[in-house]
C-alpha cells in the first residue's frame, strides 16, 4: 500500500536511513516508511523546518504539494517524467468529435447531477431557495444534448455551479452569515481540498500511463493540467465538497478558526491541521460506486482513470462517471 506522508506540525523532520523515509518530531523518532512506498509529501508551512523537508522529498524524486500556513497552494512540484504510455491513443481520440463530445457531456451531467444530490443530501429542511437552484440544475442537465459547442457545454456547468454554491452557502449555520464575501470560508477550504485532490489524480493518471495535458473538457485549462480539470468537474463534489460542508456545518472548524489579513480570509494552522486529518478520514471512507458497488472514495478516483483509459484505447465503448447515489 502506497503512502501519503504529511508534513504540518513544527519542528517535524524527514530523514533517509537504509532506504527508509523516517519521520522525527522536533529530534524524536515518530515513524518511518520504505521508500519505495512513499506516494508523495504534503507539506504544510514555511518555515525552514519545512523548506528541509520538501528539498529532501525533491531530491528522492517523491512528488511534493507545498502549502503556506493558511492552506494557500504556494508551490506544486513534481520530478520530471517520462513520455505518457497512452499518449498517442489519446492525441488519436482527441481528434474524434463524438469522443470528445459524448466524454464532455458525461462530465458535466455528472457535475450537475452529483450537486443536486449533495444539496439534497445536506438540505435539513425544503428551503425555497435551494429547490429553485435543484430546478435550475435539473433544466441544465435536460438541456445538454442542445448545446451547440464545447464552450456552451461548459458554460452550463459553471451557471450550474455559481448558483450551487450560493445554495450551499445557505445550507452553513448562521454563525457564518458574516462571512458572504465571496463565499470565503467554502472557497478557502475548497481551495485546500480542490489542490489536493488535484495532485492524487494527477499521480493516478501517470499510474495508468495518461497525459495529463489532452483532455476532453477543459483543453485550455491553465491553472492545472487540463486532464486533471476534467476528472475534477465529477470528484470535486463527492471527495471535497461534501468534506468541506460537513466541516462547516458541524463546526469542527468553526468561524474563529478563519482569521482576517490585509487580504482576506485564512485559515489558521490548527485548522488547517484538523482539515488535513479530516481528508485522509474522508478519502478512507465509503461510498457506493455505479460500477464497483460499495467502495472507498480514494478507490474512486482510480477506477475512475482505469475506466478512461479503458476508453482511450477501445476497451469500452461508454464511460460511467462518478454519480452520487440519491439516499431513500
Given at each position: 500500500?502506497?503512502?501519503?506522508?504529511?508534513?504540518a506540525?513544527?519542528?517535524t523532520e524527514?530523514?533517509l536511513?537504509s532506504?527508509?523515509l523516517?519521520?522525527?518530531q522536533?529530534?524524536?523518532?515518530?515513524f518511518?516508511?520504505?521508500?519505495?512506498?512513499?506516494k508523495?509529501?504534503?507539506?504544510?508551512?514555511?518555515?525552514?523546518?519545512?523548506?528541509k523537508?520538501?528539498?529532501?522529498?525533491l531530491?528522492?524524486?517523491?512528488?511534493?504539494l507545498?502549502?503556506?500556513?493558511?492552506?494557500?497552494?504556494v508551490?506544486?512540484?513534481?520530478?520530471s517524467a517520462?513520455?505518457?504510455?497512452?499518449l498517442?491513443?489519446?492525441?488519436?481520440?482527441?481528434?474524434?468529435i463524438?469522443?470528445?463530445?459524448?466524454?464532455?457531456?458525461?462530465?458535466v451531467?455528472?457535475?450537475?447531477?452529483?450537486?443536486?444530490?449533495?444539496?439534497?443530501?445536506?438540505s435539513?429542511?425544503a428551503?425555497?431557495?435551494?429547490?429553485?437552484?435543484?430546478?435550475?440544475?435539473?433544466?441544465l442537465s435536460?438541456?445538454?444534448?442542445?448545446?451547440?459547442?464545447?464552450p456552451?457545454?461548459?458554460?452550463?456547468?459553471?451557471?450550474?455551479r455559481s448558483?450551487?454554491?450560493?445554495?450551499?452557502?445557505?445550507?452553513?449555520?448562521d454563525?457564518w452569515?458574516?462571512?458572504n464575501?465571496?463565499?470565503?470560508p467554502?472557497?478557502?477550504?475548497?481551495e485546500?481540498?480542490?489542490?489536493?485532490?488535484?495532485q492524487?489524480?494527477?499521480?493516478?493518471?501517470?499510474?495508468?500511463g495518461?497525459?495529463e495535458?489532452?483532455?476532453?473538457?477543459?483543453?485550455?485549462a491553465?491553472?492545472?493540467?487540463?486532464?486533471?480539470?476534467?476528472?475534477?468537474?465529477?470528484?470535486?463534489?463527492p471527495l471535497?465538497?461534501?468534506?468541506?460542508?460537513?466541516?462547516?456545518?458541524?463546526?469542527?472548524?468553526?468561524?474563529?478558526?478563519f482569521?482576517?489579513?490585509?487580504?482576506?480570509l485564512?485559515?489558521?494552522?490548527?485548522?488547517?491541521?484538523?482539515?488535513?486529518?479530516h481528508?485522509?478520514?474522508?478519502?478512507?471512507?465509503?461510498i457506493w460506486?455505479?460500477?464497483?458497488?460499495?467502495?472507498?472514495?480514494?478507490?474512486?478516483?482510480?477506477?475512475?482513470?482505469?475506466?478512461?483509459?479503458?476508453?482511450?484505447?477501445g476497451?469500452?465503448v461508454?464511460?460511467?462517471?462518478?454519480?452520487?447515489m440519491?439516499?431513500?
Amino acid at each position: 500500500m502506497m503512502t501519503t506522508i504529511y508534513v504540518a506540525q513544527p519542528q517535524t523532520e524527514l530523514r533517509l536511513q537504509s532506504q527508509q523515509l523516517q519521520i522525527f518530531q522536533r529530534q524524536r523518532f515518530c515513524f518511518a516508511v520504505p521508500l519505495n512506498r512513499v506516494k508523495q509529501v504534503i507539506v504544510l508551512g514555511q518555515q525552514p523546518w519545512a523548506q528541509k523537508a520538501v528539498n529532501l522529498a525533491l531530491s528522492l524524486e517523491i512528488p511534493v504539494l507545498y502549502f503556506e500556513p493558511n492552506g494557500q497552494c504556494v508551490e506544486y512540484l513534481k520530478p520530471s517524467a517520462e513520455p505518457a504510455a497512452y499518449l498517442e491513443a489519446q492525441l488519436e481520440r482527441s481528434h474524434e468529435i463524438t469522443f470528445v463530445r459524448d466524454m464532455a457531456e458525461s462530465l458535466v451531467r455528472a457535475k450537475l447531477h452529483n450537486a443536486g444530490v449533495l444539496l439534497r443530501q445536506r438540505s435539513q429542511e425544503a428551503q425555497a431557495a435551494v429547490e429553485q437552484v435543484l430546478v435550475l440544475l435539473g433544466r441544465l442537465s435536460d438541456d445538454l444534448p442542445l448545446a451547440p459547442s464545447l464552450p456552451v457545454l461548459q458554460s452550463y456547468g459553471e451557471t450550474g455551479r455559481s448558483f450551487y454554491r450560493a445554495a450551499l452557502h445557505r445550507l452553513l449555520p448562521d454563525g457564518w452569515r458574516q462571512y458572504n464575501r465571496g463565499l470565503a470560508p467554502l472557497r478557502r477550504l475548497t481551495e485546500l481540498g480542490v489542490a489536493l485532490l488535484s495532485q492524487r489524480i494527477q499521480l493516478v493518471l501517470r499510474e495508468y500511463g495518461l497525459d495529463e495535458e489532452i483532455a476532453n473538457l477543459h483543453c485550455d485549462a491553465l491553472v492545472r493540467p487540463p486532464l486533471v480539470c476534467d476528472f475534477l468537474t465529477e470528484l470535486q463534489m463527492p471527495l471535497v465538497d461534501a468534506l468541506v460542508l460537513d466541516l462547516l456545518v458541524t463546526q469542527q472548524i468553526g468561524p474563529e478558526d478563519f482569521v482576517w489579513l490585509g487580504e482576506g480570509l485564512f485559515l489558521s494552522p490548527s485548522a488547517l491541521d484538523i482539515f488535513v486529518q479530516h481528508w485522509g478520514q474522508h478519502l478512507a471512507s465509503p461510498i457506493w460506486h455505479p460500477v464497483a458497488g460499495e467502495t472507498t472514495h480514494r478507490d474512486c478516483i482510480e477506477l475512475q482513470v482505469e475506466a478512461y483509459a479503458a476508453m482511450v484505447l477501445g476497451d469500452e465503448v461508454v464511460y460511467c462517471p462518478l454519480l452520487l447515489m440519491e439516499k431513500e
